[in-house]
């Protein structure tokens, strides 16, 4: 039994190598538990860090656990033994030549780094790139996904999402202004379109009852009617997106009751062959010079 375990042999070397790759694996789950599951883990870190860097540092450390367990294992099978201490001899092309061959890895990796640290997003806010408005669903050591609101997944690597510039909706405040702007005729009373559409924003479902009530102003005066823009505040980016469809739909229904038109442009076609033309008679007209 005991000559199976000598590691200078292929069983003994296979051997350890279970060994290895069993404690590695243990090792892992056992610092995952504890520092998800376990009373210490909820009182010693996730009072003081948020679920984005909680799940990069678990991610990292299995990484470390297995580098630390190859390195073991090399240590103690003498043929490996020797194959790293001629890599140890040759550190610096070695590494040279691996971070040649992995820079994008390394990138990401670092760029992953700085992400958790800095958190300039965290999982679950809700954020708009690449003109794509969605939800940070997870930070890997490689790349961000990012769930759109249709459902589909923006797979961006680290160090690209890194020097991007990202609205954050939710990293702060959630609470946002919304604004809908609507258009009248000049004959419009301008006091009876301001009532009618605070009203209906105030029967908004999506407004926040807490905040200031909603208000108006008239912000341009244009070609074919007013402008005028409705303001209210909502809890979120979601109540945001639902409470401008709500009003669109409801504000538009009462200014028909109230029958106050939104003017549309319009344009006269006149057609060439309708036109009257206008002919000089030269033959009639007066000398000049007599």
Request: include cysteine; charge should be positive; proline fraction near 4%.
């Amino acid at each position: 039994m005991m000559q199976l375990l000598q590691p200078n042999t292929l069983v003994g070397a296979l051997l350890w190598a279970l060994v290895v790759v069993l404690a590695a694996i243990g090792v892992s789950r056992f610092t995952t538990w504890i520092l998800r599951k376990s009373t210490w883990g909820k009182k010693k870190l996730e009072r003081k860090v948020d679920r984005t860097l909680l799940v990069y540092v678990i991610r990292l450390k299995a990484i470390m656990i297995f580098l630390i367990a190859a390195l073991a294992y090399a240590a103690v099978i003498p043929g490996l033994r020797a194959i790293f201490g001629t890599l140890l001899a040759s550190a610096g092309v070695t590494a040279l030549v691996l971070g040649l061959a992995a820079k994008s890895t390394l990138a990401n990796l670092i760029s992953g780094m700085a992400l958790a640290a800095y958190r300039p997003f965290r999982i679950g806010d809700k954020v708009t790139i690449e003109g794509e408005y969605g939800e940070i669903e997870d930070i890997t050591l490689r790349h961000t996904v990012v769930r759109t609101w249709e459902h589909k997944r923006l797979i961006i690597p680290n160090e690209r999402i890194d020097n991007m510039s990202i609205i954050n909706y939710s990293i702060t405040d959630p609470k946002m202004l919304c604004r809908v702007e609507i258009r009248v005729s000049y004959d419009t009373d301008l006091d009876l379109a301001s009532r009618v559409m605070v009203d209906e924003a105030t029967k908004c479902p999506h407004r926040d009852t807490k905040a200031d009530e909603p208000w108006t102003r008239v912000v341009e005066h244009e070609d074919f009617g007013v402008k005028m823009r409705i303001y209210m505040w909502v809890p979120d980016i979601d109540a945001a997106w639902l409470g401008r469809f709500w009003l669109l739909e409801n504000i538009r229904k009462r200014l028909a009751a109230e029958s106050i038109e939104i003017p549309v442009p319009y344009r006269t076609i006149v057609y060439k062959k309708d036109m009257a033309t206008a002919r000089v008679d030269h033959s009639e007209a007066p000398d000049s010079h007599q």
